[in-house]
């Protein structure tokens, strides 16, 4: 039998380049007469720019810091002990670096265990111990405090989380066995299930107190002074800690059942790790919290060694690291500043970018359009907006004053771009129109001006065919909804330059999103991607299998709606111009189905009725259904499934060959960041590759082995 320093060791040869964690010990003599006192402190050495993590030789350290603390309590020389981080980071869970690498399923089951026999540990002390979460706090971080017997948190904490579900994992380290057994089952699903799903949704540090993760909750200024003294108080007997009781009976069940229907919501089945995370909160029921470690360790090991966790590890690298080194963007020495913005155009879209600029540039915006109506109507959109931060207590008044001041409109596009240094339109989608306002505004902006164009399929070329300068033109297509969705797929025209397309580059930068460069192909990448994708549903359907089927048949994806949803939430008019934009540039394999045109025609909003007797599921809506002309080819589901896969691959295939973006990994990128593909699929290529589509359809896989697998 291995012991935990023999286990450790073993893991730590696989991984020589972690960033490693020490955990130093200081004594310090507790106030109030208390005695002294064992503290720990987790850091890697460097700023809060790179969060402390635990790797194998870190389990070591903490291991042999527990080791000192362990004799110092059996002497007596103790009272207790705690631990806590480097300044604003307490831990942020396992090295993903190091779980990347492992080959084999002992391999995996040697970290889960590794980390439980250490862990616990802070237990098993002969005296009490006590968790100080300072900063933040996710995963293995979270974890090695649940198993300390008092927590506090930092009211300034931004980020605490049991995110292992959304990667693909569940929480290995105790997670899943002591968190419903400390504040019950229903408040752990929302932490590790739902939290998880949703994005990735963080806690605040006065929700981690609320839902009774921490026992006391202190400002941040003088969070460590404050929690010593209430652990004195704690040990003296003057302060008592008391718990909710846990109900143990059939509430428990119904928060792992409502827990499913959360999961079955999200991923349909498609991703196994929120459901190997409620079969072990299931079982904690119990309280033997030992068998929940086993459990944990298993579905670990089961899970580090499955597609969905290494498809999820590659997401986490494309959003956290390539999406900060954009492929391909030139030199940013060339960007030229941005102290004004124009918008052209004042209709919702043009009136969320001018918020956005607005708000991440903090720049005079001037917002432009055909008559004062509208121009008025945006303009009062953007300060209804900016009173709702206000309202909300996300901005101060001042800031709210400022923000207001420097919004204004105009009719006369002279007046307000006059000395703009970048603007955007964000009018109709028709060729003619863009060029027109193009003309428009390059006659009276400076010779500097950026001039950008939220096209969603159009070519940026052709639009700036007709100017004098169409070096200065660039695609910078925002997806809706545009605070939320973080991609901007930044389009290189055939005569754009350096210098803006760097400039363009700096401003996707300052408003916080991810950029992706991609050549002035026909829809770019992901409206390309969706329409091939939809097209194929509706060609399906057209030709005589049953809505329901056609619409059944994508759920093992988990991707976050169906399809004929997604048509709704995009607008069935649009999703017939883009269709339409595509067959002039592909005839041979993007179609314009007659049954969407007749919908469109009809002025439906889509294909879906919801009423509440139904509890708001889509129901299809009988007079679509009496529109439909259909055939009588009917497939299965497989076959439907299949198909679209394989229409998907074939057009990622001929985007990379044709150089749309750089690699696969832009793809993947710009599914997830603009699409809200997610990461259990890898954003779409992993998930190809590991299904044989890649190579059914293009004869070799995607992406190298390793980058979204198991390495070789």
């Given at each position: 039998?291995?012991?935990?320093?023999?286990?450790?060791?073993?893991a730590a040869?696989l991984?020589?380049?972690?960033?490693?964690?020490?955990?130093?010990?200081?004594?310090?003599?507790?106030?109030?007469?208390?005695?002294r006192?064992?503290?720990?402190?987790?850091?890697?050495?460097?700023?809060?720019t790179?969060p402390?993590?635990?790797?194998?030789?870190?389990?070591?350290?903490?291991?042999?810091?527990?080791?000192?603390?362990?004799?110092?309590?059996?002497?007596?020389?103790?009272?207790g002990?705690?631990?806590?981080?480097?300044?604003?980071?307490?831990?942020?869970?396992?090295?993903?670096?190091?779980?990347?690498?492992?080959?084999?399923?002992d391999?995996?089951?040697a970290i889960?265990?590794?980390?439980?026999?250490?862990f616990k540990?802070?237990?098993?002390?002969?005296?009490?111990?006590?968790?100080?979460?300072n900063?933040?706090?996710?995963?293995?971080?979270?974890?090695?405090?649940l198993?300390?017997?008092?927590?506090?948190?930092?009211?300034?904490?931004?980020?605490?989380?049991?995110?292992?579900?959304?990667?693909g994992?569940?929480?290995?380290?105790?997670?899943?066995?002591?968190?419903?057994n400390?504040?019950?089952?229903?408040r752990?699903?929302?932490?590790?299930i739902?939290?998880?799903?949703?994005?990735?949704?963080?806690?605040?540090?006065?929700?981690?107190f609320?839902?009774?993760?921490?026992?006391?909750?202190?400002?941040?200024?003088d969070?460590?002074e404050?929690?010593?003294?209430?652990?004195a108080?704690?040990?003296?007997?003057t302060?008592e800690?008391v718990?909710?009781?846990i109900?143990?009976?059939?509430?428990?069940?119904?928060?792992?059942?409502?827990?499913?229907?959360?999961?079955?919501?999200?991923v349909?089945?498609?991703?196994p790790?929120a459901?190997?995370?409620?079969?072990?909160?299931?079982?904690?029921?119990?309280g033997?919290?030992?068998?929940?470690?086993?459990?944990?360790?298993?579905?670990?090991?089961?899970?580090?060694?499955?597609?969905?966790?290494?498809?999820?590890?590659?997401a986490?690298n494309?959003?956290?690291?390539?999406?900060?080194?954009?492929?391909?963007?030139?030199?940013?020495?060339?960007?030229?500043?941005?102290?004004?913005v124009?918008?052209?155009?004042?209709?919702?879209?043009?009136?969320?970018?001018?918020?956005?600029?607005?708000?991440?540039?903090?720049?005079?915006?001037?917002?432009t359009?055909?008559?004062?109506?509208?121009?008025d109507?945006?303009?009062?959109?953007?300060?209804?907006?900016i009173?709702?931060?206000?309202?909300?207590?996300r901005?101060?008044?001042?800031?709210a004053?400022?923000?207001?001041?420097?919004?204004t409109?105009?009719?006369?596009?002279?007046?307000?771009?006059?000395?703009?240094?970048?603007?955007?339109?964000?009018?109709?989608?028709?060729?003619?129109?863009?060029?027109?306002?193009?003309?428009?505004?390059?006659?009276?902006?400076?010779a500097?001006?950026?001039?950008?164009?939220?096209?969603?399929s159009?070519?940026?070329?052709?639009?700036?065919?007709?100017?004098?300068?169409?070096e200065?033109v660039?695609?910078f297509?925002f997806?809706?909804?545009?605070?939320i969705?973080?991609l901007?797929?930044?389009?290189?025209?055939?005569?754009?330059?350096?210098?803006?397309?760097?400039?363009?580059?700096?401003v996707?930068?300052?408003?916080?999103?991810?950029?992706?460069?991609?050549?002035?192909?026909?829809?770019?990448?992901?409206?390309?991607?969706?329409?091939?994708f939809?097209?194929?549903?509706?060609?399906?359907?057209?030709?005589?299998?049953?809505?329901v089927?056609?619409?059944?048949?994508?759920e093992p994806?988990?991707?976050?709606?169906s399809?004929l949803v997604?048509?709704?939430l995009?607008?069935?008019?649009?999703?017939?111009?883009?269709?339409?934009?595509?067959?002039?540039?592909?005839?041979e394999?993007?179609?314009?189905?007659?049954n969407?045109?007749?919908v469109v025609?009809?002025g439906?909003r889509?294909f879906?009725?919801?009423?509440a007797?139904?509890?708001?599921?889509?129901?299809?809506?009988?007079?679509v259904?009496?529109?439909?002309?259909?055939g009588?080819s009917v497939l299965?589901e497989?076959q439907?499934?299949?198909?679209?896969?394989?229409?998907?691959?074939?057009?990622?295939?001929?985007m990379?060959?044709?150089?749309?973006?750089?690699e696969?990994?832009?793809?993947?990128?710009?599914?997830?960041?603009?699409a809200?593909?997610?990461?259990h699929?890898?954003?779409?290529?992993?998930?190809?590759?590991?299904e044989?589509?890649s190579?059914?359809?293009n004869?070799k896989?995607f992406?190298?082995?390793?980058?979204?697998?198991?390495?070789?």
């Open positions: 039998m291995s012991t935990t320093a023999e286990l450790l060791k073993g040869e991984f020589p380049d972690e960033v490693v964690t020490s955990a130093h010990v200081r004594h310090l003599d507790l106030p109030f007469g208390a005695g006192f064992a503290l720990i402190t987790l850091d890697n050495g460097f700023d809060h790179k402390t993590t635990f790797g194998p030789q870190s389990l070591a350290n903490l291991n042999a810091a527990i080791d000192q603390v362990e004799q110092e309590a059996l002497a007596g020389s103790i009272v002990a705690g631990i806590t981080g480097k300044p604003f980071i307490f831990a942020v869970g396992a090295d993903l670096k190091g779980v990347e690498l492992l080959k084999k399923h391999e995996a089951l889960g265990k590794g980390g439980h026999d250490v540990r802070l237990s098993a002390l002969a005296v009490p111990t006590f968790a100080y979460y900063g933040a706090a996710m995963g293995g971080g979270v974890e090695v405090g198993h300390c017997t008092y927590r506090t948190v930092s009211k300034a904490i931004p980020a605490f989380s049991l995110p292992e579900v959304f990667l994992l569940v929480p290995g380290w105790g997670g899943c066995a002591i968190l419903p400390l504040i019950g089952a229903e752990a699903v929302s932490v590790i739902e939290n998880s799903l949703n994005q990735n949704k963080q806690l605040r540090g006065k929700q981690v609320d839902l009774g993760i921490a026992d006391a909750l202190f400002e941040g200024a969070f460590l404050q929690s010593l003294l209430w652990t108080n704690v040990l003296n007997g302060t800690v718990r909710d009781e109900d143990r009976g059939e509430a428990w069940d119904a928060a792992v059942a409502k827990g499913r229907f959360f999961a079955d919501s999200k349909h089945g498609a991703a790790a459901y190997r995370a409620l079969d072990i909160i299931a079982a904690a029921k119990s033997d919290l030992q068998a929940g470690f086993d459990a944990e360790d298993t579905a670990l090991a089961d899970l580090i060694m499955g597609g969905e966790l290494r498809s999820g590890i590659y986490f494309l959003v956290q690291k390539r999406a900060k080194r954009p492929a391909g963007a030139p030199d940013k020495s060339l960007a030229r500043p941005v102290t004004k124009g918008v052209v155009g004042a209709g919702l879209m043009a009136s969320q970018l001018a918020l956005l600029f607005l708000r991440r540039l903090e720049v005079p915006v001037v917002l359009d055909i008559d004062q109506e509208r121009v109507k945006g303009v009062g959109y953007v300060h209804a907006e009173q709702k931060l206000l309202g909300k207590g901005i101060n008044q001042d800031k004053n400022r923000l207001t001041a420097l919004v409109g105009v009719l006369d596009k002279a007046e307000g771009f006059a000395d703009a240094d970048f603007i955007i339109e964000a009018v109709f989608e028709e060729m003619s129109v863009k060029q027109k306002v193009f003309a428009e505004v390059e006659a009276v902006a400076p500097h001006a950026i001039l950008a164009t939220n096209t969603s159009l070519s940026v070329s052709e639009m700036a065919s007709k100017l004098q300068h169409p200065r660039v695609g297509h997806f809706n909804p545009v605070a969705l973080p901007l797929e930044i389009v290189r025209g055939e005569q754009t330059d350096d210098a803006s397309l760097a400039t363009a580059f700096g996707a930068k300052k408003l916080k999103k991810t950029a992706v460069l991609t050549k002035d192909a026909p829809a770019f990448v992901v409206n390309r991607i969706l329409t091939r939809m097209g194929e549903i509706q060609n399906v359907i057209d030709e005589g299998t049953p809505v089927t056609a619409e059944k048949a994508i994806l988990g991707l976050p709606m399809p997604l048509l709704e995009v607008g069935p008019a649009i999703g017939l111009h883009v269709s339409e934009t595509l067959n002039r540039s592909f005839p394999r993007f179609t314009v189905s007659p969407l045109a007749a025609k009809a439906k889509g879906y009725v919801y009423s007797e139904n509890g708001f599921k889509p129901e299809l809506d009988p007079e259904a009496a529109l439909l002309v259909q009588d299965t497989e439907v499934r299949d198909r679209v896969l394989d229409a998907v691959a074939q057009e990622i295939g001929l990379l060959e044709e150089g749309v973006v750089a696969a990994q832009d793809i993947d990128l710009c599914l997830i960041t603009g809200g593909w997610p990461f699929l890898g954003g779409i290529t992993p998930y190809l590759d590991r044989g589509v190579e059914r359809v004869g896989k992406l190298a082995p390793g980058l979204a697998s198991i390495p070789a």
